[in-house]
């Protein structure tokens, strides 16, 4: 099956870790998305990439970092300097890296930090 | 700058109703396009559909449809003979070529509850 996958679903964090989310596709997409969501509002860009190897900063990322060393991969790391992390966190792809391209989400992960 | 508006925040209806959940843009370009995406409890956004500025055709897919109208900046979604199952939070966005991958803006959603 074709698709994208995030792991872990949910994920506690204490303060001041570093934690790394994960999000992998087998569509063979060239861009990918990292995008937060909180309650009751929209979707927030953070990083995207449109190419391996190369990533650009979104509207938010300040105290997150992520790289594209495989076409498939596109983890996220959230820093301790990220002051208020809880948040659902949601990888997308797209075909191309045209901003109009249809972009396609994976399930998400819940991050809390206690 | 490219904006989307959500006004109706929460909607509720009885099964079987018809909906139509609201979504006006802005933008100064006379090529972009929107889109409208579902988000079930489980949290993933699915794909519902994708138009461009210069097809101003209503679209229908069974229950679903949507009338797209450049006079009033507006791509308003209807689902027909509503289902519990169509439970959901909805997303419109717009998206505008030759800028940034940065440039789709979503909406702020509007939950649909339907009622047994």
């Known amino acids: 099956d074709g698709g994208i996958t995030q792991s872990p679903k949910y994920l506690f964090r204490k303060e001041g870790q570093n934690v790394t989310l994960s999000c992998e596709q087998n569509?063979?997409?060239?861009?990918m998305y990292w995008y937060r969501q909180d309650p009751g509002q929209g979707l927030r860009l953070i990083y995207y990439?449109?190419?391996?190897?190369?990533?650009q900063k979104g509207d938010i990322a300040e105290g997150y970092s992520v790289s594209r060393e495989k076409k498939e991969s596109f983890p996220l790391t959230v820093t301790s300097a990220q002051k208020n992390p809880t948040a659902f966190y949601l990888c997308?792809?797209?075909?191309?890296?045209?901003?109009?391209?249809?972009?396609?989400f994976g399930p998400g992960t819940r991050l809390t930090v206690l | 700058a490219q904006k989307v508006t959500q006004a109706q925040t929460e909607i509720s209806v009885v099964e079987k109703e018809d909906v139509t959940l609201d979504c006006v843009y802005e933008?100064?370009?006379?090529?972009?396009?929107l889109f409208w995406y579902k988000q079930p409890p489980s949290g993933e956004l699915v794909f519902l559909i994708r138009r461009n500025s210069f097809d101003e055709q209503n679209e229908i897919s069974g229950r679903y449809s949507w009338n797209f109208q450049k006079s009033t900046s507006s791509f308003n979604f209807t689902i027909t003979a509503s289902q519990v199952v169509d439970s959901a939070v909805y997303f419109c966005a717009l998206s505008e070529p030759g800028y940034n991958n940065n440039d789709m803006r979503f909406g702020a959603g509007t939950r649909l509850t339907v009622k047994p």
């Open positions: 569509l063979n997409h060239d861009a």
């Open positions: 933008t100064r370009d006379t090529t972009y396009y």
């Open positions: 997308a792809s797209s075909i191309g890296s045209a901003s109009t391209d249809t972009q396609y």
């Open positions: 990439s449109q190419i391996v190897n190369d990533f």
